[in-house]
């Protein structure tokens, strides 16, 4: 076989596929266009899930003709010129290969006019080549239409989903430029049905995008989402994601944002997850993270599709975003029920903590952080807690002392009288935050107090369950728990960290389930086992008793008090929730809080 140089129309195909995957690919980079052509509006309609048509219209800054013939050449851009520029850059485009694709691989039309033209340009042509070109009425902005997409490369219309996904693909993509660019106003019509249509608002970012996040993910959704801002150096963080009493069972609900820009980030999504701080087995919180840095800092140029960043210190922005959203989760109270359904939850306002010292190092400027939260609307409940005597000390706002218990319910719940309201918690939750709490600090510490069993309990496994186990032989003696073998598939507990106590059946469940979940003993993250463990182990052990003396009741809440999230159970269940005196007040249409 001998070398042969691709004809052009060839070579531009392939180059096309590079850029152009599917619909939605084509519909992301126009949209980017129309947003580097300074649009506040863009509107985007399609036909056949965009095969037959993707129409997008902007009122952004337009084109002269010659610019508009020169946008289809290929490496065409009016946004950078040496290579230099790369790292500065503060548009969407700069590859110039989008219009060039789109020519090669649809029918193209582009009409395009600038604010005070006599009139709009057009070009129109398939295959690569411009096929006709003239004039229209004026309008200022840009029209593109995409049409019949890959009516020449039959292979790759082979490869298109079926519609609702591909239509569910292009939804996406308005999605997250919508949720990207609060300040610009989106409607998108599919087969001449409106799916949505969005007003543009330039108010603060948080209720900007909150109000995006209601209108594309909807008010239950939004109502479970938390804000946080915070800046170190020359980062800077803003936030809307779920509490964690508000999860769900996908990802779908997850957007990520770097410079405006939506992405894909392993980095982010597991900073975002390590900032919850604890186990939830398949839930997944709602979130639209927005990360801006300097453009030197990421690339964003990794995969043609510009679908996945890099950043230059990985490990200072996974911190960095994971302790602010642990930072915040901690500082989110949850404690009041929300008696009128629609009233939101009281926040703490308290300032987010310093960003670690690496972090500052990483991305110099060594600015002071900014206060999180400022921009938080005042709810109608924060008013009324605000009314509520200050907590004593520094404890959490639902401990108002005397604390005074009043007795169980159901031989679940414990109810007090604190502050003068009614504070109801849930005694396992309860035991479980306060257990995991004393045992992880023991853990690191690395002063586990050990409880030896008299009668070793006996734990049956299957032979692969017991296998795994027993890999963790030694990093679980230096977590409390001595085990050891009696056959194949049986396992002895010798002892136990002394804060526990097992059943028989309980300590089945925890190897069984530890057996299954802990992975390579020297592959796994510190933190990550000691969670796992810990989180199972408090779970399990609990269930022994039911009935609580008033000093034990006493002392849980006293106990529960001092922990750092009291708000949560290890798994993510609220543990209590305090109707104080305004909102009982309320609830018996009473004028005056007594
Ligand atoms: P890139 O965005 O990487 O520069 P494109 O092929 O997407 O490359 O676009 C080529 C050029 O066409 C852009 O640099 C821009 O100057 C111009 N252009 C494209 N779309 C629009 C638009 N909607 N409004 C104004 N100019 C546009
Ligand atoms: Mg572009």
Not at 451 to 471: D, G, K
Not at 517 to 545: F, I
């Amino acid at each position: 076989m001998s070398v042969k140089v691709l004809p052009e129309e060839v070579a531009a195909k392939i180059a096309a596929g590079e850029v152009i995957e599917r619909p939605s690919s084509v519909l992301k980079e126009l949209i980017e266009n129309s947003l580097d052509a300074g649009a506040s509006r863009v509107s985007v309609s399609a036909e056949k899930a965009g095969k037959a048509l993707i129409r997008v219209n902007d009122d952004g800054a337009g084109m002269s003709p010659e610019d508009l013939r020169l946008s289809v050449m290929r490496h065409s851009t009016s946004k950078i010129a040496a290579f230099e520029d790369l790292d500065a850059l503060g548009t969407y485009g700069f590859r110039g290969e989008a219009l060039f694709s789109a020519l090669a691989v649809s029918r193209l039309k582009i009409t395009t006019c600038r604010a005070g033209d006599e009139a709009a340009s057009f070009i129109e042509g398939d295959s690569g080549a411009i096929k006709a070109e003239g004039k229209a009425a004026p309008a200022r902005g840009t029209t593109v239409e995409v049409r019949d997409l890959f009516f020449n490369v039959p292979a790759r219309l082979k490869f298109l989903r079926g519609d609702p996904s591909e239509r569910a693909h292009l939804i996406r993509v308005v999605e997250e430029a919508a949720l990207a660019n609060p300040g610009v106003s989106f409607s998108l019509e599919v087969d001449g049905a409106e799916v949505f249509s969005l007003k543009a608002d330039n108010g603060p970012w948080e209720t900007a995008c909150l109000a995006r996040a209601r209108e594309l993910l909807g008010g239950k959704v939004a109502e479970g989402l938390t804000a946080l801002e915070q800046n170190a150096g020359e980062l800077s963080l803003r936030a809307l994601f779920s509490l964690p009493d508000s999860l769900y069972a996908t990802r779908q609900n997850q957007f990520f944002f770097v410079n405006r820009r939506p992405v894909s980030s392993k980095t982010l999504q597991q900073a975002l997850y390590r900032g919850y701080d604890i186990m939830r087995g398949s839930k997944h919180p709602a979130c639209a993270v927005y990360l801006d840095l300097p453009p030197a800092e990421v690339d964003v140029n990794i995969h043609p599709r510009k679908a996945d960043v890099k950043f230059r210190a990985e490990g200072a922005v996974f911190k960095f975003v994971s302790g602010a959203v642990n930072a915040r989760l901690l500082k989110t109270q949850r404690a009041s029920v929300a008696i009128d359904p629609g009233a939101s939850p009281a926040r703490d306002e308290a300032a987010a903590p310093a960003p670690s010292s690496e972090v500052r190092a990483v991305f110099g400027a060594g600015k002071p952080p900014a206060a999180a939260g400022a921009a938080e609307q005042e709810s109608v409940t924060d008013a009324l807690f605000a009314a509520e005597p200050a907590p004593g000390g520094s404890g959490p706002s639902w401990y108002q002392p005397p604390v005074n218990y009043l007795g169980q319910l159901s031989k679940s719940y414990l109810v007090f009288e604190s502050g003068g309201g009614l504070l109801v918690v849930d005694q396992h939750a309860a035991q479980e935050r306060v257990l995991f709490e004393k045992y992880m600090d023991e853990l690191v510490l690395g002063k586990i107090r050990v409880q030896p069993l008299v009668i070793p309990v006996s734990v049956e496994l299957s032979a692969s369950q017991a296998e795994n186990i027993m890999r963790w032989q030694d990093w679980l003696k230096g977590a409390g728990f001595e085990i050891g073998r009696s056959g194949p598939t049986h396992m002895l507990l010798h002892a136990t960290p002394a804060l526990f106590y097992f059943s028989q059946e309980a300590a089945q469940e925890l190897f069984g389930y530890l057996s299954e979940v802990l992975g390579e003993p020297s592959r796994s993250d510190e933190a990550l086992k000691r969670n796992t463990v810990a989180t199972m182990a408090c779970k399990k052990s609990v269930k022994a008793r039911d009935f609580l003396k008033p000093q034990e009741a006493q002392r849980l809440i006293e106990d529960l008090k001092t922990a750092k999230d009291s708000f949560h159970c290890p798994h993510g269940r609220p543990t209590l929730f305090h109707i104080g005196r305004p909102e009982l007040a309320r609830k018996f249409q009473r004028t005056t809080v007594i």
